[in-house]
């Protein structure tokens, strides 16, 4: 989950900033990449259960979406250059 809270939100921010469309999708292509293999990697190693890391996508991503639209909400007002 952290992983995907981390990546995911990072990419959601850094997105706003940036200009050009290519670049915004392969920022947020990265992201979903690196959170994926994160969670691969943790259920082939047997960490975690496969349920455990789908819960953990969702929740990450979900928290991304918040970002992404607070960001975007503050950046429509003027608040964010």
Do not use: N
């Amino acid at each position: 989950m952290l992983a995907s809270i981390i990546f995911l939100t990072l990419a959601s921010l850094l997105t706003q900033t940036v200009q050009t469309r290519p670049t915004k999708m392969y920022l947020v292509a990265a992201a979903f990449l690196l959170a994926f293999l994160v969670g691969l990697t943790r259920m082939i190693l047997g960490v975690h259960y496969p349920s455990d890391v789908l819960v953990g996508w969702t929740a990450g991503t979900a928290w991304a979406l918040l970002c992404w639209m607070g960001a975007r909400w503050m950046k429509e007002r003027g608040k964010l250059s």
